[in-house]
Structure formats: C-alpha cells, structure tokens
C-alpha cells in the first residue's frame, strides 16, 4: 500500500529554501504526549504544527526487519548511550515517537506512585480523578487485556504460578493483533493503535500540519514568552541539518520531546532556571536481564511481546526502601538478541544457536522513590546535543542483585534447563541453588551487567513547589508565559510500569484544560 | 568477535565479511555527530601501532595479527578493570554482532525462521 503524503504534511529534509510558518500551538514531538495533545487541541478548534525531528513512516514502510526498522525508527540506531555507554537507552524517533515502536504494554500509575506523588510533589491528582481520563484514553487506543501468550509469556506465568509469586495479564492497545511480534519495528498490519494511527491522523483532519526530520534548536524568547522557535531541517538520514531553517511562530508552545529532548531544549534556549532543575531527575526504569535455556522451542521472537507481569518485587520493601522491580518477558529477534547477550567469540556463537529456545526476562527498576535514587541529568555537548548522565550506585546495584535472583528463580521454576544473566561474568547455570550462589558473587560494575532503558521519564518534573519543580500541577513552564510541557518528563519518579498509558491520560487531562484556556484567551 | 559464527567456506565468510563492514558503516551513520567521532577515535586508536601496542597489547599489525592475540585482547578490554576499555568492547560488540545478526545470511545458523509472512500483502 503506497502512501502518499497528504499535502499537509512536509518532510523538511527536502526543502530547498527556509520556511516560516504560523499557528496557534506549535507542538515539539509527536509521541504519546505529543501526539494526544495535537488532537485534542486540534479539535478544539486551534491551528496546531507538530514538529517531528524522526521521519514519517507508516504501517506500509514496516517490514519486520531489524536492519531498518532501527536505523530509521530510533534514536542513535537503538544504541543511544549514557555518557559512561553503560546504559543502552531503546527511544523512538519518528511520527508518532515511541508509541510507534513500544510493545504496547499498558498500565495505569500505581497507587503507590500517586500517593508519593501527593505527599512528596504536591500532586493533587488521585485514581478518582484520573478515572474518567483512563477511560477516555483506554477507549480511544483500544487497551484491553491481552491474554494471549506466547511461550516466553506462559514460561513467566507458569514459573510465577508455580513460586506463588503475584502475576497479571497485560493490557495492550491494539486492534485486531494478529501477534506477529514485531511491535518494536512498528506494526505491519496497522494493528497496534499507536498516536501515528489514531491521534495524528485525527490531528491532520482537522487541518494541523505536520513537519517532519525537522530538529526544534531552540526557543526564541522575547519578554516572558517565547516568540518562535527555531527549527533546523535534517537529511534523508536524520542526524545532521541540511542548512535549511524552519521557523515557527505560536502563541502557545508544547513540549513534548521527551525526557532528553524536552530538558535539553530548554537547556538550549537558556529559559530562566533559578533552582537549576531543569534535566535533573532523570529516571530510567534501568533494564536488567535473564535468559533460561528451555526444552522445547520458545521461539521469543514470535508472538505479542508482553502479555505476562509480575509485581512480586515491586514494592517489596516498601515504596522508600530498597528499590523494587516489575518482572516481564521481552521480544527477542536475532539482532537485539546479539547485543544483549555480551559474550563473544565461540560463547557468542554457541548462545546464539540457542536462540530458538531462549526465553528471556527482564527486571524494570523502579527508580527515583528513594535519597539514593536521584535518577541521571541531561547536559549539552559542544554542539548542543543532548547528553546525559545517570551514576550507577551501590543502592541500584543492590536492587539488581536481587532482580538476577528473583528472574533465574522464576525461569528454573518454569522449568528451564538452565539459566543464565546478561552480565559478562555469568555462567550457565544448572539450578537455582547454584544460580542464587553465583549472582552473589557477580561484581556489580558498569559494562559487567548489560544495563538497558526503555521508559525515560522525568527532567521537566512536574509540583506544587516553584523551588523543586520545573512546571507547575498544569505543566506550565513556571517562568516562561506561553509554553506547556506534555510529556514523560513531568514525572517525579518513574512510574514502576510501563509508561506509555500515564503519559496518554496526563496529555489527555493537561491538554483539554489548556485548549480552554487558549480559547478563552 | 564472530569466531564460530560465520560460514567456513572462504567465499562465504569473505562475503560476510564484506557485509558485516557495510553493516557497521551504515549504523555508524546513522549516529549523531559526536557519537560518530567517538567511533572515530575508537578505531583511530586500534590502527594506530603506539596505541595499539598500549591498549590491546597486540604487536603485531592487523594484517599479521594472529587470531589468538585478537581473542586475548577482546578478552582483556571486556573485563579490563578500565570502564573506558570495557566501553570500547561493548561498542565494538555491538556493532559487529549487530551488523551480522540482523542479515538474513546469519539466520539459518541460529534456527531463526525470519519474520512471518503476510498473505495479505
């Protein structure tokens, strides 16, 4: 199926001359929170521009193949790095943002995190509150529970089942899901209701513009407010600008770039930050891994990618103690499966042969609720791109120690064959006593423990205190007049789940309240 | 990095060889600009003979070094109590293992099947 470019769409890395451009609301990215604030605005009556830096690609392009799906779809090729490179950070970058490659795991916030939220940040928001927010946007992507599991998915249930250990089904947004797998490459059959199938297509009805391979450099002030922004237009390949200039002018700005692209903006456009908060409290939901070699074939590249939690380790001592975790499995196609898996040489290739009988699990982290848990912080390389930092200290280390633990318990419960960590000091091992024994000797140390992130949240947090937060409980800026931030960035902590579903409802809710306002305006 | 992985028949691996190389440039242009460099630098210093010398501990050049001595040095950088030279391992395994996993070429081996076929396209 050919798409054709519907005319209000432009890809900027084909202009030959600089643009200049007018609306109402000019929004920066096009991920969960951009993309659900484009629509709402939109129908609400306002002329609103997306700025996209990613290209636009859609369920045609998708191919199931990770040579392009990577390049084209991430950032830095699915590769992008802390600066120590100890954590490989998976972000999206096209229409659509992350929803276009996420696995479509959906969770509300747990009460735990809105109660700390409250007490800690001043949030007023509850799960009364939220409750018709969900289920607006619960119906408008189609979340429902998903449980339909592939063999990576029954092994953690049945191991789970057998431990005693708590576990859920989850719930997934998608539409007709034919559980191919391939949800990180984007969807070839349309099925997965990312913003780039429902919000921004509802956007471009009502007359928005999208901009794409368009990079937002920089906020121009002028007064209290920001007067337009400069945008640089990027090649066919992504990364470098072609030398044409895009500038947009709006009455009010949204960002929603994410918790890297949203802080390092603001960082670039030296917006008035007296506390220095701005790309502090950067959480991660720092990704630790285990792989169980079983009998029969598990072929974890198959089938809807997470369908199976377990909250077991979540708050396992408490939501300020030491730090908890949420278990899942996790899709695994031959090239993400080659990184992951840290050996080399002969190891490497013995592992790999492996594949089809490799089931995988991941513990998140649940990090930020803890003093010794104050996340990362995004600074600027010379040339203003974004760069950020995350130190790994001895009350993360102790938390994935547990969470090796804890997913080799559950795989030999499953019955694997044997286990072993995504950690370059670990064996294969043949039960559980001696898995236990290992892991409390494995040196917790950067590039030892393959370290991952998917869920980057936090930067532009989001309270009732000017001195500790960079917006207030609507996510205006609290110094600038006209710019409002929708996005993972605004959150306190991490959420201890999967993301993708808060960052839907909280867009939802701040973006309805700000059309009212910027029509009444 | 891929001992074991690639296909015996020289043809074979000198074409995998070739793809995995392409594979590599392709990725690495895709980084942003001060990720490029970093690979840049990386690579600058595996070819130049001082640095070499220093950090892999190989003496002989590239040309003539000995597959035993270029599992010693991998070795060495991946548990080097170095964080910097642990860093360059992963890049360097990464993009190597990367590039070939992603090929069809290397699924048969592994008994990946590719991805599903849709009637309907």
Redesign the interface.
């Known amino acids: 199926?050919p798409d054709s470019l519907p005319r209000n769409i432009v890809d900027c890395s084909q202009l030959q001359q600089d643009l200049f451009i007018e609306a109402d609301v000019a929004i920066v990215g096009t991920g969960a929170g951009g993309g659900v604030a484009a629509r709402t605005l939109s129908q609400a009556g306002l002329r609103v521009v997306m700025i996209e830096e990613g290209p636009f690609k859609t369920t045609g392009d998708f191919?199931?193949?990770?040579?392009d799906a990577?390049?084209t779809l991430y950032h830095?090729?699915a590769?992008r790095?802390t600066d120590?490179?100890?954590i490989?950070i998976l972000q999206g970058r096209a229409v659509g943002g992350g929803t276009t490659v996420n696995w479509t795991s959906c969770f509300r916030i747990p009460e735990q995190t809105l109660a700390h939220w409250q007490q800690h940040y001043g949030w007023t928001h509850n799960s009364e509150t939220l409750a018709p927010w969900y289920r607006r946007v619960e119906s408008l992507f189609n979340i429902q529970p998903w449980p339909v599991h592939n063999a990576s998915n029954s092994a953690l249930v049945r191991g789970a089942d057998k431990l005693g250990w708590q576990n859920d089904v989850i719930a997934r947004n998608v539409r007709r899901c034919r559980n191919?797998g391939?949800c990180g490459m984007g969807c070839?059959?349309g099925a997965k209701q990312s913003t780039l199938l429902t919000c921004i297509p509802d956007a471009m009805k009502h007359d928005a513009t999208l901009l794409t391979r368009l990079r937002a450099q920089q906020l121009i002030m002028r007064g209290d407010g920001i007067e337009e922004i400069e945008c640089h237009a990027l090649t066919a390949?992504?990364?470098?600008p072609t030398g044409v200039k895009v500038r947009v002018r709006a009455r009010h700005v949204v960002l929603a770039a994410g918790g890297i692209g949203s802080p390092a903006l603001m960082l670039r456009s030296r917006l008035p930050d007296p506390y220095g908060l701005v790309g502090k409290r950067t959480f991660l939901h720092i990704t630790v891994g285990t792989f169980a070699h079983m009998r029969d074939r598990v072929d974890p590249?198959?089938g809807a990618p997470q369908t199976a939690t377990s909250n077991q380790f979540l708050w396992r001592d408490g939501v300020t103690g030491e730090m908890g975790y949420k278990i899942e499995a996790v899709p695994l196609?031959?090239?993400l499966?080659?990184?992951a898996l840290?050996a080399?040489?002969?190891r490497?290739?013995?592992l790999?042969?492996g594949?089809?009988y490799l089931q995988p699990l991941i513990a998140i982290m649940r990090d930020g609720f803890h003093d010794e848990s104050a996340g990362g912080s995004v600074s600027l390389?010379s040339?203003g791109?974004p760069?950020l930092s995350y130190p790994l200290n001895n009350y993360l280390w102790r938390g994935i120690r547990h969470a090796y633990a804890s997913l080799m318990q559950i795989q030999f419960a499953a019955g694997a064959q044997r286990v072993g960590a995504a950690h370059?000091?670990s064996a294969w091992y043949d039960n559980w006593l001696q898995a236990q024994a290992a892991v409390e000797q494995m040196p917790m140390?950067?590039?030892?423990a393959r370290l991952f992130s998917a869920h980057v949240m936090g930067g532009c947090v989001m309270g009732a205190d000017r001195t500790r937060s960079v917006v207030d409980l609507d996510g205006n800026h609290r110094h600038v007049s006209n710019l409002t931030v929708i996005d993972g960035s605004i959150f306190p902590t991490s959420i201890g789940a999967n993301p993708s579903l808060p960052i839907y409802t909280l867009a939802a809710w701040q973006s309805e309240k700000l059309a009212t306002s910027l029509r009444q305006a | 990095m891929l001992a074991g992985a690639l296909p015996q028949p020289e043809r074979e691996q000198n074409a995998a060889i070739e793809q995995i190389i392409t594979g590599f440039d392709f990725t690495v242009a895709h980084f942003p600009p001060t990720v490029r460099n970093e690979i840049r630098q990386l690579l600058d210093l595996l070819v130049f003979p001082p640095t070499r010398v220093l950090l892999t501990g190989m003496f002989a050049s590239w040309e003539k070094a000995d597959a035993s001595a270029v599992r010693a040095f991998i070795s060495r950088w991946e548990t080097s109590r170095f964080s910097l030279l642990r860093s360059g391992y992963s890049a360097l395994h990464d993009l190597i293992c990367g590039a070939w996993y992603v090929s069809p070429e290397s699924w048969a081996r592994i008994g990946y099947p590719g991805p599903p076929q849709l009637e309907s396209r």
Do not use: C, W
């Not at chain 1, 191919?63 to 040579?67: I, K, N, T």
């Not at chain 1, 390949?237 to 470098?240: A, F, K, L, Q, Y």
């Open positions: 199926m191919r199931m193949q990770e040579s990577y390049p830095d090729v590769n790095k120590d490179k100890a490989t191919l391939y070839p059959v390949i992504g990364v470098d590249y198959y196609q031959p090239g499966a080659a990184t840290g080399f040489g002969i490497h290739a013995e790999m042969e594949l089809p390389n040339d791109s760069l370059s000091d140390k950067p590039h030892h």
